[in-house]
């Protein structure tokens, strides 16, 4: 639905400059004619001054100047020449007037309209002031409703649509104040309570750190660690936080939530690491980690297939009993 507001959008703006083009191009002819107007008036009374003269003493400076007025060229019989006059264009290149481009235009937005509606909706999730989340919904945000709106009321009204709880109390006063100015304060309202990269790094840490203990067949658990792991990791990179992630204090945390098999095999590459005076890192423990993940899901894979392929044993019927008449 948002895609077809958009395009609706784009061709009410469409009719909006072609209605504005029409209407300078109707102000520009009445400009026009009135010029002409005060053309003529101004030659008649040029002309009429001249003849009602008389005086000898000026009548030299009067003839030169009625020769020099009339010397002037008329523009509607001798037009300035156009630049366009007097370029060749390729043969290839077709020109065209302002009508006509208008129609292509609107032709397009037409095409665009009709292959958005063969497209799935893009459904925009609402932003609940997890700071987590917050670079992921403004990235999302400013690629499909920022970038297609220009007009600063409707980011502010999508915006406000697309957040919900304390943080949609938050930035749903600045619609007091003008619609470019409480666009851009409500932005800078979620920036300085939710994109603060020291609070996102923290939490996201303690989404690793504070979370139950795996178990040893819980492989889905392990998976999705792995996968949180490099989200993390990725996210306060970008921050430039690395060196929360490499502390003994949160690597220490997450390998308490491993099972204990996981635990005692990274004990034993931890050790060989302490011999060469080299601490263990963070990306090398989700590397471990992924590595665990990746051979989980191939046993749950394997395990999938022998379940189908492990023959069904035959059912032992039990024999009749014999009835024996008297």
């Known amino acids: 639905m948002e895609v077809l507001d ?14 504005a083009a029409k209407r ?5 002819d009445s400009v026009k004619q009135e010029m002409e107007k005060l053309d003529e008036i101004a030659r008649s009374m040029t002309s009429g001054v001249l003849k009602t003269c008389h005086c000898p003493a000026r009548s030299e400076q009067f003839d ?22 007097t370029v060749v264009n390729p043969s290839n290149i077709h020109l065209c007037n302002a009508s006509t481009r208008q129609d292509y ?38 690629s499909t409703i920022a970038r297609h709106t220009r007009d600063p009321a409707d980011r502010f009204s999508c ?16 619609s007091v104040l003008e619609p470019e ?40 658990a392990l998976i999705s660690l ?9 996210t306060l990179k970008q921050l430039q936080y690395p060196n929360d992630l490499n502390s003994c204090r949160t690597i220490g945390a997450i390998v308490a939530r491993l099972p204990t098999n996981m635990q005692t095999e990274l004990f034993s590459l931890t050790a060989k690491s302490f ?25 749950a894979v394997y395990a999938v297939g022998r379940g189908y392929m492990r023959p069904q044993s035959n059912p032992v019927r039990p024999k009749p009993t014999q009835i024996s008449t008297i």
């Open 64 to 85: 030169a100047v009625k020769r020099y007025v009339n010397s002037i060229p008329d523009p509607k019989e001798s037009p300035i020449p156009v630049e366009q006059d």
């Open 181 to 220: 100015e409480g666009y851009a304060e409500a932005l800078r309202i979620l920036e300085s309570r939710f994109g603060d990269p020291h609070i996102i790094a923290t939490i996201s840490i303690e989404e690793l750190t504070e979370g139950p203990t795996l178990k040893a067949d819980d492989h889905k």
């Open 6 to 19: 958009l395009a609706r959008i784009k061709i009410k703006t469409l009719e909006l400059e072609a209605d």
């Open 105 to 142: 235009r609107l032709l397009e937005t037409a095409h665009l309209v009709q292959t958005c509606m063969g497209f799935p909706a893009r459904q925009l999730p609402k932003f609940d002031g997890n700071p987590a989340d917050y670079h992921s919904f403004m990235r999302s945000f400013m």
């Open 226 to 234: 792995a996968n949180d792991m490099t989200i993390c990791s990725a």
């Open 275 to 299: 011999k060469f005076k080299r601490d263990p890192r963070f990306d090398e423990l989700a590397n471990f980690i992924s590595d665990k993940s990746d051979a989980a899901a191939a046993q």
């Open 24 to 28: 300078i191009k109707e102000y520009q």
């Open 159 to 174: 915006l406000v649509h697309h957040c919900e709880g304390e943080v949609a109390q938050a930035i749903r006063r600045c």
